[in-house]
Every structure is written in C-alpha cells, then in structure tokens.
C-alpha cells in the first residue's frame, strides 16, 4: 500500500517463537534473575561471570535448547551459558550435520 510520499508501507515483521520447544518456566530464583540483568547482555557480547553462573543454573539444558530453537528472540545476550557467537556456531554446526 503506497503512502502519501509514495513510499511502500509494509506490516511489521511479527517474530515467532518455535513452539516445539516451550519457553522455560522459571521460578525466579535463577541466576539470571537474582543478579544484575545487564550482566547477561554486555556490551562485547562474553561476560565470564554470566556465563558461569549460567552453569550453575538448573535450568541450563532447556534454556540453551530454547535460544537455539529462537535465534531471532534470543539474537543477544548470554544464554544457557552461551554467547550470540557460540549459539550461532552450534546452529551452523547443526545445519551443516543436517545436509
Ligand atoms: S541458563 Fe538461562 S535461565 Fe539460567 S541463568 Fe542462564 S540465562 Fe538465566
């Protein structure tokens, strides 16, 4: 649909989540949630104390398989004890497994 200045509208992109893999239920006593949250999306992309207490955290296996499943809503952070650069090695690993 044309705008006004003659520009193309188009909708929002709508991101959704892979529903095979649920989102983690959290009680709030994690890591993650007990500490600073901004420790978990540094500005460089690694924080060893993030990724530390992630193996720490009983909810490790499920959140690293939900960021996996979730590339677009996990594009930051650390998460399930992995930075955006080890989560993309693993998809690329698991792609090229696949073919
Ligand atoms: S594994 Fe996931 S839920 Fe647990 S502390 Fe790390 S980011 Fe938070």
Same mark, same amino acid.
């Given at each position: ?22 989102? !983690? ?5 994690? &890591? ?9 999306? &540094?500005?460089?992309?690694? +924080?060893?104390?993030?990724? %530390? ?13 939900? =960021? !996996?499943? +979730?590339?677009? !809503? ?10 955006? =650069?080890? %989560?993309?090695?693993?998809?690329? +690993?698991?792609? %090229?497994?696949?073919?």
């Amino acid at each position: 649909m044309a705008q006004k200045d003659g520009k193309t509208a188009y909708p929002p992109v709508i991101v959704l989540a892979d529903l095979s893999v649920p989102y !983690l239920e959290m009680t709030g006593a994690e &890591p993650c949630r007990q500490t600073d949250p901004e420790q978990w999306f &540094p500005e460089h992309g690694h +924080n060893a104390t993030a990724v %530390r207490l992630c193996h720490t955290c009983p909810l490790l296996a499920d959140c690293r398989k939900w =960021a !996996l499943a +979730n590339p677009q !809503l996990a594009s930051e952070g650390i998460w399930g004890g992995l930075t955006r =650069a080890q %989560r993309a090695a693993l998809r690329r +690993n698991e792609m %090229r497994q696949a073919s």
